[in-house]
Antibody
Framework: QVQLQESGPGLVKPSGTLSLTCAVS?????????WSWIRQPPGKGLEWIGE???????KYNPSLKSRVTISVDKSKNQFSLKLSSVTAADTAVYYC??????????????WGQGTMVTVSS | QSVLTQPPSLSGAPGQRVTISCTGS?????????VHWYQQLPGTAPKLLIY???NRPSGVPDRFSGSKSGTSASLAITGLQAEDEADYSC????????????FGTGTKVTVL
């Protein structure tokens, strides 16, 4: 059974770069799935950040595109998120998720537990 | 700045029916994009509840059902149970945002 686990610093300074990794276990990142990052500011709704295929193809939220980079490391079976020039508005719980390859259309069918990232000096 | 609007909160007694609306526009739900629903129990990650408007993944009770009409979608919970107290979010796609995934504003369901 595929499981996802986010990891990375819980505190990032303003104007710095937020870096997170999502480790995939119980399955291969080179499967026919896309992989996604989503975030949720405290007390607010979910926001899609972007997604990646194992080939390296990416799709980004237009509102974040200039600051976001999502990459994949097939040798480590993981994918990563980098968000630059962060501000307090980027404080959120960050989730990684798997996109269904067809069984559930392209819904987000498996989620990591999430990791809280606070932007503060 | 979610493009899909949901009521912030709803409540119901055990056994009752509650319906959560997800209102979009002609560039998302009205354009024919799929609608998915996620349930988020307190302090946990979202879980896929309904996919493709009205389909349940294995293991999801049949008291949960989805529908879509025009530029809106709905999630109904019949026979409300205490364990259904959670946040619920709809998700679709928006052509005006280059086909980006978009989420609803989220609805907190309270079981009285």
């Amino acid at each position: 059974q595929v499981q996802l686990q986010e990891s990375g610093p819980g505190l990032v300074k303003p104007s710095g770069t937020l870096s997170l990794t999502c480790a995939v276990s119980g399955g291969s990142i080179s499967s026919s799935n896309w992989w996604s990052w989503i975030r949720q500011p405290p007390g607010k709704g979910l926001e899609w950040i972007g997604e990646i295929y194992h080939s390296g193809s990416t799709k980004y939220n237009p509102s974040l595109k200039s600051r976001v980079t999502i990459s994949v490391d097939k040798s480590k079976n993981q994918f990563s998120l980098k968000l630059s020039s962060v501000t307090a508005a980027d404080t959120a719980v960050y989730y990684c998720a798997r996109i269904s390859a067809g069984s559930y259309l392209d819904a987000l069918d498996i989620w990591g537990q999430g990791t809280m990232v606070t932007v503060s000096s | 700045q979610s493009v899909l609007t949901q009521p912030p909160s709803l409540s119901g007694a055990p056994g009752q029916r509650v319906t959560i609306s997800c209102t979009g526009s002609s560039s998302n739900i009205g354009a024919g994009y799929d609608v998915h629903w996620y349930q988020q129990l307190p302090g946990t990650a979202p879980k896929l509840l309904i996919y493709g408007h009205n389909n349940r993944p294995s293991g999801v009770p049949d008291r949960f059902s989805g529908s879509k009409s025009g530029t809106s979608a709905s999630l109904a919970i019949t026979g409300l149970q205490a364990e259904d107290e959670a946040d619920y979010s709809c998700q679709s796609y928006d052509s005006s945002l280059s086909g980006s995934r978009v989420f609803g504003t989220g609805t907190k369901v309270t079981v009285l």
